[in-house]
């Protein structure tokens, strides 16, 4: 593992690979492109990773804090449905490594479909109004589902403080006229833009081309740097 990452992204990175949370291979995207690698969050499901994971949200967000990248919060929301156990974990990791600030720290997930008897709603855990909302959730890929999430806490009252996702895959949003060589944004950069938001990734892709050598194939790297090189965003 390359030293050149900091300590809490080189562990993320190094339970991701042991996982099988990050592969290498062929992928299709959400976006229809095909990608030499890919992050499936969802594959966190062993006690050891879920605690790997939700050290490195809770590391991250920490850090973020006292870098003054992140202002306060209340509670830490997971849009359904991976984004559900990415806050419950997050939430308690947080009240261990610093119970001084998140003792009081609650969690908060939607539901696909509102419920409509017993408590009834679409939201579960902690009430939002008034209460100032961290999404947390696993990737960015268009934008879609972190917009409805937005929408789905300032309509129940609650603010909006920023969003935290595992990866970053800098990648620029796909053409309207499907011509991906035109150099473009990313989700994330337009996000930021559109709602002013902070917007911090425990791992990029840069981290992870860096972190992984010596780890997978130079093969997998090569073609993964080709990948960044097609469709880098400009921002
Ligand atoms: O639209 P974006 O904000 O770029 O995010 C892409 C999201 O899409 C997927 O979740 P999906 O909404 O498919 O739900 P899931 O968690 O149930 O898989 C994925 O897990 C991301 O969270
Ligand atoms: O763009 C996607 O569809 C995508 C990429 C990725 O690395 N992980 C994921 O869950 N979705």
Same mark, same amino acid.
Request: aromatic share 8%; charged share 30%.
């Given at each position: ?9 080189? &562990?993320?990175?190094?339970?991701? %690979? ?28 062993? &006690?050891?990773?879920?605690?790997? %994971? ?12 006292? @870098?003054?990248? %992140?202002?306060?919060?209340? $509670?830490?929301? =997971? ?32 539901? #696909? ?14 009430? !939002?109004?008034?209460?100032?909302? !961290? *999404?947390?959730?696993? $990737?960015?890929? &268009? ?8 929408? #789905? *806490?300032?309509? @129940? ?7 935290? $996702?595992? !990866?970053?895959?800098?990648? #620029? ?10 150099? =473009?944004?990313?989700? *994330?950069?337009? %996000? ?22 010596? !780890? ?20």
């Amino acid at each position: 593992m390359s030293s050149s990452l900091p300590p809490h992204k080189a &562990a993320f990175l190094r339970s991701a %690979l042991s996982g099988g949370v990050l592969k290498f291979g062929q992928f299709s995207l959400k976006s229809g492109r095909i990608s030499p690698y890919f992050f499936n969050a969802g594959d966190f499901y062993r &006690a050891d990773l879920l605690e790997s %994971l939700a050290t490195a949200y809770a590391e991250t967000i920490l850090s973020a804090r006292r @870098e003054g990248l %992140l202002g306060e919060f209340d $509670v830490v929301f =997971g849009p359904a449905y991976k984004g559900i156990p990415l806050a419950t974990a997050t939430t308690i990791r947080l009240g261990q490594l610093d119970p001084e600030g998140h003792k009081n720290t609650c969690y908060s997930f939607d539901r #696909k479909e509102a419920k409509d008897h017993g408590e009834g709603g679409n939201i579960v855990g902690s009430p !939002l109004k008034g209460k100032k909302v !961290l *999404i947390v959730d696993d $990737v960015i890929t &268009a934008g879609t589902a972190k917009r409805e999430a937005i929408g #789905k *806490i300032e309509k @129940e009252g609650g603010i909006v403080a920023g969003i935290v $996702v595992a !990866l970053d895959r800098m990648e #620029k949003l796909p053409a309207a006229d499907g011509d991906d060589s035109k150099p =473009g944004p990313s989700a *994330i950069g337009e %996000l930021r833009k559109e709602y002013g938001l902070p917007i911090i990734a425990i791992l990029t892709l840069d981290d992870i081309i860096e972190g992984v050598k010596g !780890l997978a194939s130079d093969e997998d790297i090569r073609r993964t740097e080709e990948y960044r090189a097609k469709y880098k965003a400009t921002d």
